[in-house]
């Protein structure tokens, strides 16, 4: 069923996405091609998703009470009583295939030019000390064994000396899943922490920062740029990733970065050598067990009144268990294999285990914060479940 009329901003036209130097060339059927799935993601959250509550409360919720003389009482009863209703399995196959066509279409480009754009960054990373890869790492299984996103060879895979496509396929596409909502340079989630950190901690100066899992540095150059004399350190344990991010920072006048290629559960750092560190999405990108040392790592590394800062989606406890089990889609139908259980978990307990004071530990929202100009004035929008630009923030002063 659709809605009368849409409530999700329209979004704007991927022409307007912005450029840098290891940006993918695009031609006019792949912009198209990224413009159809920005339109039909905001479609897909304005008007068809707002059909499943209707679904559950008029068609799956009563069978199911029927059938066993009560309410579902989790979102695992809540997602077999909703996988056998038509609205759902639409919603659901073609969320998924417009996942799928992004990797295809941004694939296909980035494929077509795979040269170009290895040149491209190659010559922006030659003999720069800001970026430390280690030949000899070996990012976990627990990463290099998963196409997160649906995006085949996930982050890992090169297929080329000094390749960097894996990371190109990723800038290139995700404006078409968040349907322009991340701003003209996808950094909404940067935008959101730095305005966050301008608007609680006005006087706040830090000398070094640490951001673990700073994947293409989306998230990182928004805070690097408010914090130009500070030192950061950007860690993450895929080369193709690195390589990207270092090139699109230094093409874009960011120079206050070194990116290192490492296991943020073993960081090359000294003990209390850092005033700030934060996480953009990463916490539900890494392994369960690995969790619990990534937390100690941070605690380990950050001096006394340092900040820590967690950006996620809102943790499941507290949550309805429909709400639960629609927050729980990308575990389980796009490649999240960790999603469940780290949004599961109590991590205020996590945080106090790691060593910090649970009394200093925060919990509020930040949205993200796009151009205006481009974009318009922000519109209220439907909850898309995972990819609104809006998060749970979470953290701890230490």
């Known amino acids: 069923m659709l809605s009368n009329a849409s409530v999700w901003p329209s979004p704007p036209p991927y022409s307007l996405v912005g450029k840098h130097g290891v940006s993918p060339e695009t031609r006019h059927d792949e912009r198209a091609r990224f413009n159809f799935l920005a339109q039909l993601n905001a479609h897909l959250a304005a008007n068809i998703l707002p059909g499943n509550a209707r679904a559950y409360e008029t068609r799956a919720k009563p069978i199911f009470e029927r059938e066993h003389q009560r309410a579902p009482q989790d979102r695992h009863e809540v997602r077999r009583a909703m996988l056998k209703d038509p609205h759902f399995q639409m919603w659901s196959a073609l969320r998924r295939s417009s996942m799928e066509l992004r990797q295809q279409a941004g694939r296909e480009l980035v494929l077509r030019q795979l040269g170009q754009i290895n040149r491209n960054a190659a010559a922006l990373n030659a003999d720069s000390p800001r970026l430390k890869l280690d030949p000899n790492f070996e990012a976990p299984t627990y990463l290099t064994k998963v196409d997160h996103h649906c995006m085949p060879g996930g982050y890992f895979t090169e297929l080329a000396a000094d390749d960097v496509s894996a990371a190109a396929n990723y800038d290139v596409g995700i404006f ?223």
């Not at 322009?180 to 940067?190: E, I």
């Not at 230094?250 to 050598?273: Q, R």
């Not at 990308?330 to 999240?336: I, R, S």
């Open 176 to 398: 078409a899943t968040t349907a322009g909502g991340l701003g003209r340079y996808n950094d909404g989630a940067g935008h959101a922490v730095s305005g966050w950190l301008k608007a609680h901690y006005p006087n706040f100066k830090p000398k070094r920062v640490l951001d673990l899992g700073c994947g293409l540095g989306h998230s990182l150059l928004p805070v690097a740029q408010a914090y130009p004399e500070a030192e950061f350190v950007a860690l993450d344990a895929a080369a193709p990733l690195l390589r990207f991010a270092h090139a699109r920072a230094k093409s874009m006048g960011v120079h206050n970065i070194t990116f290192v290629e490492a296991n943020a559960e073993n960081v090359p750092e000294a003990d209390a050598s850092f005033d700030l560190i934060f996480t953009t999405m990463f916490l539900h990108e890494t392994s369960n067990k690995a969790i619990r040392r990534v937390l100690a790592e941070t605690h380990r590394l950050s001096k006394t009144g340092s900040l820590i800062i967690h950006l996620e989606q809102p943790q499941f406890a507290g949550l309805s268990p429909y709400e639960q089990f629609m927050r729980d889609w990308d575990a389980l139908y796009n490649n999240e294999p960790f999603w469940t259980g780290m949004h599961d978990m109590d991590m205020d307990a996590l945080l106090e285990e790691a060593g910090f004071d649970r009394q200093k530990i925060f919990i509020d929202k930040a949205d993200a914060v796009v151009d205006e100009e481009i974009f318009g004035k922000p519109k209220a929008q439907v909850e898309d479940y995972g990819r609104k630009a809006s998060w749970h923030l979470f953290g701890v002063i230490k």
